[in-house]
C-alpha cells in the first residue's frame, strides 16, 4: 500500500457560521477537495469539550448516555473509572450491520456530514477525534459499512458505529479499492488509534449521517435525471414527429407551478430548429406521455426541490444525543436525532423519481408501436426482425420494480430497545430503496435515449435541433443504428455508460 497517488486540487473549509449546500457538497466531491476545520470550529469544540469535562468534575447526578447505559439501560450508572470503557464498548456493541456495503461515494458522503455535525461544538467530542475523521475523509481510507441496520430513530447506529470502528483501529476499510484490516491502514499511514473520552461515543453514532448521505447523492443524482429526461424527451418528442403547442408558455402561465414551467421552457429550448417539429403534423393530439411532460416532469422537480430544503436543513444541524450548551450550563436529552422528516422526504423523493421513469417507459411503448409511419419495433423487416421489441420488456420490468420500491418505509415503526425507542423513522430502508430507485432511473431514460434516437432516423432527411443533432452524432460514434436484430444488451450498456456522461 501507499498514498502517492492522493491528490488534493483544492480545500475546502468547515464552518460553523455558514451553512453549507448540496451544490457545494457536489463540488467537493467533484473536484476532490480536501476538509480542514476553521479556526471558530476548533475553538467552539475545545470549549465545549472543556466545559463537559468540568462538569463531570463537580456534578453527582446521572447523565444521560456519559456515565449511565443506553437505550433501556439509561438507569445504569457507569462508574468514573469506566467511562472511556463505555464507549468504546459502545462502538463495539454496535457495529451489526448486515447486507451489501454502503458504496465508497456513500461513505465518503457519511465522512463529511458527520464531521459537518461535530463542528458545532454541541457534541463535546474530543478535536482529535474530529481530525481523525479528517484524515480518514483526505486520505481516502473509507470505513467498511453495511447498508442493513438502521431504524433511524436513535440515530444511524450500526452504520455510524462501522464509519466509527475505525478510529479505535477497528473494523475494516476500503483503501486504494482494496479491502483492509483499519489497523493494517492507520499503522501504515502512522496515525495512532483514537481514545473515546466520555460521551463521544455516542455523539459518534447518534445522528443521521446514513440517511443524509444517501439523500444528498441521490439529490445530486436527482438534479442531474431531470435534465436528461427533459433532454431525453425531447428526442422521443421528435422521434414521434410530437407537437410543439403544449409546451408553449401561455399555457403554463396560467398553471406557473415552478417545474412546469421549467421543464416546458427546457423541451422548446432542446427543440429550438428542429425541421421535424416544424413540419406540418396530421395528428390533431399527441398521447400523454408526450402532451404531458411539463406536467409530469415538472411535478417531479417541485418535490426535488423541496427535498432539497429539507435535507439542507439536515446536513446544517446537530443531530446527536445528549446535546451538550456550554453557553446554557445545560446538557439535554432529546431527539434530534430522529429521521421522520428525512424518512418522508426520501420516500416522498422516490416517488418523484420513479415517475420520471414510468413516464418514460410509455414513450418507449408509443415510439415502437408501429405508428407516426415508424416500423414497429423500430427496425425493418419486423418478423424477421425483432428489433426494439425486448428493451420496452426490460423497461417495464424496471418500472414495476421501482414501484414495489415505492412502498413508503417512513409509515413503518417496530419498537426496540425494550420499549424505550418506540418509535422509529425507518429513514434507512427509505435511503437505500430511494438509492435504488433513481440507479433504476437513469437505466430507463438511457433504454429510452437507444429508442428515441433510432427513430430519429426514420425521420432523414428532416433534421432535429442542432443541439440534439450534435448530442446524437456523438451517440452514433459509440452505438450504431440497428438495421438488422444483433445483441441488444450490449447495446442497452453502452448507452447507459453514455447517459451517464453526456452533457445537457
Not at 457495529?95 to 455535525?117: F, H, T
Not at 430522529?338 to 418514460?360: W, Y
Not at 425486448?390 to 424496471?398: D, L, N, R, V
Not at 456523438?474 to 440497428?482: A, Q
Request: charged share 20%; proline share 4%.
Amino acid at each position: 500500500m501507499n498514498n502517492d497517488n492522493i491528490h488534493k486540487q483544492t480545500t475546502f473549509t468547515i464552518r460553523t457560521d455558514k451553512r453549507i449546500t448540496i451544490k457545494e457538497i457536489q463540488h467537493i466531491i467533484e473536484t476532490n477537495a480536501s476538509l480542514e476545520l476553521s479556526g471558530e470550529a476548533k475553538q467552539k469544540i475545545n470549549a465545549c469539550r472543556d466545559y463537559l469535562d468540568q462538569k463531570m468534575a463537580s456534578q453527582k447526578e446521572p447523565i444521560y448516555g456519559i456515565n449511565t447505559g443506553f437505550g433501556s439501560l439509561c438507569n445504569v450508572v457507569i462508574p468514573d473509572g469506566e467511562l472511556e470503557q463505555l464507549q468504546t464498548n459502545l462502538v463495539m456493541s454496535h457495529a451489526c450491520g448486515m447486507g451489501d456495503e454502503v458504496p465508497v461515494e456513500i461513505v465518503r458522503l457519511m465522512l463529511l456530514l458527520k464531521v459537518q455535525s461535530l463542528s458545532y461544538g454541541k457534541s463535546a467530542v474530543q478535536l482529535k477525534t474530529i481530525e481523525r475523521l479528517i484524515d480518514l475523509y483526505n486520505l481516502k481510507v473509507y470505513p467498511i459499512i453495511y447498508q442493513q441496520g438502521s431504524l433511524g430513530a436513535s440515530g444511524d447506529l450500526a452504520p455510524l458505529a462501522h464509519l466509527s470502528l475505525p478510529l479505535l483501529g477497528m473494523g475494516e476499510v476500503n483503501y486504494q479499492g482494496n479491502k483492509y484490516p483499519a489497523s493494517v491502514v492507520l499503522n501504515q499511514l502512522g496515525l495512532e488509534p483514537i481514545k473515546l473520552k466520555s460521551k463521544e461515543g455516542l455523539a459518534l453514532l447518534n445522528g443521521t449521517q446514513f440517511m443524509s448521505a444517501y439523500g444528498v447523492w441521490c439529490l445530486i443524482k436527482a438534479n442531474r435525471l431531470n435534465e436528461l429526461a427533459d433532454f431525453i424527451g425531447a428526442i422521443s418528442l421528435d422521434g414521434f414527429d410530437g407537437r410543439i403547442e403544449p409546451f408553449k408558455d401561455n399555457i403554463h402561465i396560467i398553471r406557473p407551478h415552478n417545474g412546469q414551467l421549467q421543464t416546458a421552457r427546457a423541451i422548446l429550448r432542446n427543440l429550438a430548429g428542429s425541421e421535424i417539429l416544424a413540419q406540418k403534423k396530421v395528428q390533431v393530439q399527441d398521447p400523454y406521455s408526450f402532451r404531458c411532460i411539463p406536467q409530469v416532469h415538472g411535478a417531479t422537480k417541485d418535490a426535488s426541490a423541496y427535498v432539497n430544503s429539507v435535507f439542507e436543513t439536515e446536513i446544517n444541524s446537530v443531530t446527536d444525543n445528549p446535546t451538550v450548551f456550554p453557553e446554557d450550563d445545560e446538557i439535554i436529552s432529546g431527539g434530534n436525532f430522529h429521521g421522520q422528516p428525512l424518512a418522508i422526504s426520501l420516500d416522498f423523493l422516490a416517488i418523484a423519481m420513479a415517475e420520471l421513469g414510468n413516464i418514460s417507459e410509455r414513450r418507449v411503448y408509443q415510439l415502437i408501436s408501429g405508428i407516426r409511419n415508424l416500423p414497429a419495433f423500430l427496425v425493418a423487416k419486423p418478423g424477421l426482425n425483432s428489433g426494439f421489441m425486448i428493451p420496452q420488456y426490460t423497461a417495464a420490468s424496471i418500472v414495476s420494480q421501482n414501484k414495489q420500491l415505492c412502498t413508503p418505509a417512513s409509515i413503518d415503526s417496530i419498537v426496540s430497545s425494550n420499549g424505550q425507542e418506540d418509535h422509529v423513522s425507518m429513514g434507512a430502508n427509505a435511503a437505500t430503496k430511494c438509492y435504488k430507485v433513481i440507479e433504476n432511473v437513469e437505466k430507463l431514460l438511457a433504454i429510452e435515449m437507444l429508442n428515441a434516437s433510432q427513430a430519429i432516423e426514420f425521420r432523414r432527411p428532416l433534421k432535429s435541433s442542432v443541439t440534439i443533432e450534435n448530442v446524437l452524432s456523438d451517440f452514433r460514434k459509440l452505438i450504431p443504428f440497428v438495421k438488422d436484430d444483433k445483441v441488444m444488451y450490449q447495446e442497452m450498456e453502452a448507452t447507459l455508460q453514455f447517459v451517464k456522461t453526456m452533457n445537457v
